[in-house]
């Protein structure tokens, strides 16, 4: 069983950035794509990021391009999500989970490894 501890996590204004970790507690992450998912309250988890296990590939929703970047670093076991021009409208629990599957990266269903999450509240 693979533990994902995410951290990085915070209150800030509008317009401002936020660095989130992951960090797994076991070294086969590397062979994993790793993505970063959200939850708001009252919606449905969505996906935000993705990455793929060599880092060649990332993989964004349309709302977080060209503010968000996700990034990994193999050798520490660790995927990382730079957040900068920060909305009201990403406040949301942020997970990491790890795509055991292999499957598609925008959907949760083939990711079996969830962090416990870290709340993002960007203030207007």
């Known amino acids: 069983q693979v533990r994902l501890v995410e951290s990085g996590g915070g209150l800030v204004q509008a317009g401002g950035s936020l660095w989130l970790s992951c960090e797994a507690s076991?070294?086969?992450?590397?062979?994993?794509?790793m993505g970063w998912f959200r939850q708001a309250p009252g919606k449905e988890r969505e996906f935000v990021a993705a990455?793929?296990?060599?880092?060649?590939?990332?993989y964004y929703t349309d709302s977080v391009k060209c503010r968000f970047t996700i990034s990994r670093d193999n050798a520490e076991d660790t995927v990382y999500l730079q957040m900068n021009s920060l909305k009201p409208e990403d406040t949301a629990v942020y997970y990491c989970a790890a795509n055991t599957d292999r499957g598609n990266y925008y959907s949760s269903g083939p990711y079996h490894y969830w962090g416990q999450g870290t709340q993002v509240t960007v203030s207007s």
């Open positions: 990455i793929s296990p060599t880092g060649r590939g990332t």
């Open positions: 076991d070294r086969s992450l590397s062979t994993y794509g």
